[in-house]
């Protein structure tokens, strides 16, 4: 086998860079827990044509066949997931009976994807996610709770600081309505190019494409300016004179959310009402978010989630759900490469147990058991070499503290803190390091510097 | 959509299950990174002529195709792993430059396979592995030390007994070769079915097939019947007479293991010499074990691995290594399935706390952010019901304590343990519920009774 090249899209890490994703999956996990949501995890596979129901991500999906299948597409139609909501919905569903409701689950898991690998973007990919969903309502508070949830989650990660951006559906379809704009979907479709398209051509296409008046395409560019961080928005918005029943209820459910996240929020994480947000024309029914990291926004959105009035169905039961997703390879794969964030060593042992020679391996060995019965970390050195390329194997490794047994030199035990050179008598029944050692834990670049 | 079916071969687990394969899986990490193992991921899918080398898995395999790809086949041949071994290797090699040997990780991940699905085999599951890899060579007492590991590992799972069945590949080799059979891997292919074929049938074969002598066929099977938990299976396998030097190395490595393990068995874990174990005629050049479950000796085994002197190769450099995996799945779905484990309750929160009336949720949110400041997983009701309603809620979800704020009735802060009904006084900055209440966790069979 020569030496094999990575895969473009298919991204792997060292261990150092290991133990960044896996605290912070500890960091997510935890915190979902902390709020009541269980953790499930569903099968990586789905039938086809549950995964084809949205229509635009078709082109991405992967099929599996065996290799010794006569027909190439007969295996029941089985393909990658590529989100982890399809999956959830059919979960529910499948297990209803079985589930209390509103049934609240955090999912961290793999997703796949055959479009073409960027930054922030590729074929196989981790994401964290958490709904709550319950069989006919589901109350609005659920919208505030999640979206909170998420807030205090990301608030407990290393990572640059990220901005949540909410905006509600009801308030946009309301405000079109009120505004006599007949093809409000329309226009929502057209208001979504704002990132791209300079606001003449937006006015352009809502005047020409939707049919809307010039005053009304100018409402419509001026709702989407507004973005502030506190609820002051409703006023704003009512400033504009626009009077529907459906806007007052959108209004008051993304004022509630904002008020809600508010004292969540830290210099990490912030939250804004931004009324130019429509995450995509699909399922979302109410509340909607995106999220952004600062230095990152060419990633787009790391993030996002809402409020869905029919996240599942079988035909006797709807179930609304509020969900929101985060992003888990697509933010912390470029921040690794970019060297903002690294392990602080690449293996899990803070003491590296020597050995005095072969014969007297055993020695060492019931030292590194007595440490571990007190849950430290360490390794037996693999070999007796000398002293001096002992303790180099271990800085190699970045293993801080090297155990020294009894030697005919007439020390005692004795272990030795490699960055400092301090070498001290020790107990192996009694001896810890300090408790930032004990494990290997995120480095920022900050914290380098 | 109608209710959805499950997929056969593609096992889900509902979340008090999960409960229980997530327990095992922090266990299973704990055991590992205490003794310096790195947890690494690989991506899914590999090449499929990576997958392939193993020849007789093939048919196993699930290839992967774009749905708008042109060229069914095209798509550089990729399949999904349906190991840790093989994306392991390849691992290695790739990143030889940036990890210090010997590496040793664990790997804690989904595989999968397009077998028949029965007990025990799924078409997706998910393995632990650890190994013990270097460059060049690997001292011989990495055997020792990754075996006693995955003993300690699985000595503290809530499982029935498991046993670990050693032999080495050596002393197999060694005795045939020192017998005078010429086919020796022909014996061993023939020994190998003696589980399935009676003793006569057996010696048949090594006569006709493999051109043994009556008499080296009865000193193989006189071999393949030792089976003893200490090192004394040394002094029978000399009484057989045989004389070989590689006969020799074998006997004094699989001595040291059982050695080595034994200090580490408890009653739940046991480790034997059983030499008529040859883990198949793949890679394995040492070592080898099988670990079967008490109870479970249809699922064949539980477990396995051992030592392999070329676990990969770039050409100019080998890489001998030496491992053992643990069937997750494998184990626990039959246990699931069977009751004989599960989880103490479906969701992570431990208090719910009630809502006296829907304008007061805000309240009721400060209370169980006070409780989570001090890690204490609690969720607030979903809706104001009467109190007997908001207990049953609690109820359902097997959530022990229900929190009470002060209300018109004039008590404060209160809390009741549903369990028993007692109701006390508490402040939701100092009140903990019993340590074993905080988490769910496994409840198996005997505790149940």
Chains 1, 2 share one sequence.
């Not at 792997?12 to 960091?27: M, S, T």
């Not at 704009?181 to 300079?198: M, Q």
């Not at 029919?310 to 035909?315: I, S, V, Y």
Request: hydrophobic letters at 40%.
């Amino acid at each position: 086998m020569a030496k094999p090249t990575p895969l473009s899209g298919f991204p792997e890490l060292l261990p150092a860079q290991r133990v960044i994703e896996q605290q912070v999956l500890d960091i997510l996990r935890h915190t979902f827990e902390l709020h009541g949501f269980a953790g499930i995890e569903t099968r990586s596979v789905e039938p086809l044509d549950a995964l084809l129901r949205k229509g635009d991500t078709s082109k991405e999906v992967y099929l599996l066949r065996r290799l010794q299948e006569e027909s190439p597409d007969g295996h029941a139609g089985l393909g990658l997931h590529f989100d982890l909501t399809v999956p959830f919905a059919r979960y529910v569903l499948e297990n209803s009976g079985h589930l209390q409701f509103p049934f609240r689950r955090y999912q961290l898991q793999r997703a796949w994807r055959g479009e073409r690998p960027q930054e922030g973007r590729y074929r196989e990919f981790t994401q964290a996610d958490i709904d709550i969903v319950g069989p006919g309502e589901l109350a609005f508070h659920h919208d505030v709770e999640v979206m909170r949830v998420m807030v205090e989650a990301l608030a407990a990660l290393p990572i640059p600081p990220v901005s949540f951006q909410f905006n509600n559906r009801k308030l946009i379809q309301g405000f079109y309505r009120g505004l006599g704009i007949e093809d409000v979907t329309g226009a929502i479709r057209v208001i979504d190019k704002l990132d791209k398209l300079p606001a003449e051509e937006v006015t352009r296409q809502l005047v020409e494409d939707v049919g809307a008046t010039p005053e009304q395409a100018a409402q419509c560019l001026e709702l989407a300016t507004i973005r502030v961080s506190d609820t002051s928005f409703v006023e704003r918005v009512r400033g504009l004179g626009v009077d529907d029943e459906l806007l007052d209820t959108g209004l008051s459910e993304l004022a509630a959310v904002i008020d809600g996240c508010a004292d969540a929020t830290t210099d990490r994480v912030s939250v804004e009402a931004n009324l130019r947000i429509a995450r995509g024309l699909d399922y979302y029914t109410g509340t909607v978010v995106e999220i952004y990291m600062a230095g990152y926004e060419r990633l787009k959105s790391v993030g996002g989630g809402g409020r869905y009035d029919a996240l599942a169905d079988d035909g006797r039961t709807t179930y609304p759900g509020v969900g929101v997703s985060f992003g888990v390879s697509r933010t912390l794969l470029p921040l690794i490469a970019d060297g903002v964030l690294d392990g602080s060593r690449p293996v899990p042992s803070v003491v590296l147990v020597a050995v005095n020679d072969e014969d007297a391996r055993a020695d060492s060995t019931a030292v590194a058991a007595r440490l571990r019965a007190r849950d430290i970390p360490c390794e037996v050195a693999p070999s007796p070499q000398k002293f001096g390329k002992q303790i180099r194997f271990a800085e190699r490794r970045g293993i801080p503290y090297v155990w020294f047994l009894p030697s005919s030199e007439g020390h005692g035990h004795e272990v030795k803190d490699i960055r400092s050179g301090e070498q001290t008598p020790a107990d192996a029944d009694t001896w810890a390091p300090p408790v930032e050692d004990l494990h290997p834990h995120i480095v920022t670049t900050e914290e380098k510097q």
